[in-house]
């Protein structure tokens, strides 16, 4: 029997990124989401970027202290160092298994995107299997288009899009979520390229992270 603080039907979500640096891009479209949809947990996921690909201006230690200071003392973050501390090549889907295995079957578990990147989804590794895992809730996002590029992506997206939030929690896996979340026209590029030019990042980033970049000559 499962005691009455069970949390075996309380959705979480993990978010990953790159985070070279993390900004109010990726910050407020993801409270909004949790607020929309009703999560009381995101775990922050920076990625390992592996050798063969371009590599973030940051190294992994830095991402992940900008990371750090972003979130302090705010309840609904977490941050989860797992790909990073990887020495071989790992995809998202090898983490959505681990933390499958470890949640157990039943969890309700949720990895959140920005519209950008499920433009791009058909392009991970091993992409079909995603919502064998977890659902893809969806933030969205400037710029980019509201409809897949395929006809074959469009249907896949219909065929696993709900439209109450409440379902999430109904199921471990499988739907996909399209959220009314802010729309911010923030990138860490932008805020590279603006870092380069000696242009002020305010309201772009929280002041801590500025404060670091400043402190370790980043994005200089
Ligand atoms: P870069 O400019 O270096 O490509 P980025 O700003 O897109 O970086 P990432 O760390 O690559 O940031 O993104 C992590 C996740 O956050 C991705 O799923 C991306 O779609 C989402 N995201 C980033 N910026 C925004 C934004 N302004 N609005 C909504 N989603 C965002």
Same mark, same amino acid.
């Given at each position: ?18 985070? !070279? ?16 949809? =009703? *999560? ?23 991402? *992940? ?38 949640? =157990? ?51 896949? *997206? ?9 379902? *999430?929690?109904?199921?471990?896996? =499988? ?27 305010? !309201? ?17």
């Amino acid at each position: 029997m499962q005691n009455e603080c069970s949390n075996a039907t309380q959705l979480t979500a993990l978010f990953g990124g790159t985070f !070279d640096p993390i900004h109010y891009g990726h910050l407020k479209p993801v409270t909004a989401m949790a607020n929309e949809v =009703g *999560l009381q947990n995101v775990t922050l996921l920076p990625n390992h970027v592996p050798p063969h690909r371009p590599q973030p201006e940051a190294n992994a230690q830095q991402r *992940l202290k900008m990371v750090e200071l972003a979130i302090q003392g705010n309840p609904l973050f977490s941050v989860d160092e797992r790909e990073l501390h990887r020495t071989i090549p790992s995809y998202t889907i090898d983490t959505l298994e681990e933390v499958r295995r470890e949640r =157990g079957a039943n969890a309700p578990l949720a990895f959140i995107i920005g519209q950008d990147s499920l433009l791009t989804l058909h392009k991970w590794h091993r992409w079909e299997e995603i919502l064998h895992y977890c659902h893809l809730l969806v933030c969205a996002r400037p710029g980019y288009s509201d409809r897949l590029d395929t006809p074959e992506s469009q249907q896949w *997206l219909e065929k696993h899009q709900v439209f109450d939030a409440k379902r *999430l929690s109904q199921q471990p896996h =499988g739907y996909i979520y399209l959220a009314d979340t802010p729309l911010l026209a923030i990138s860490a590029t932008d805020i590279r390229q603006r870092r380069h030019q000696g242009i002020s990042c305010d !309201d772009l980033l929280p002041r801590a992270v500025q404060r670091y970049i400043e402190l370790q000559g980043l994005y200089r």
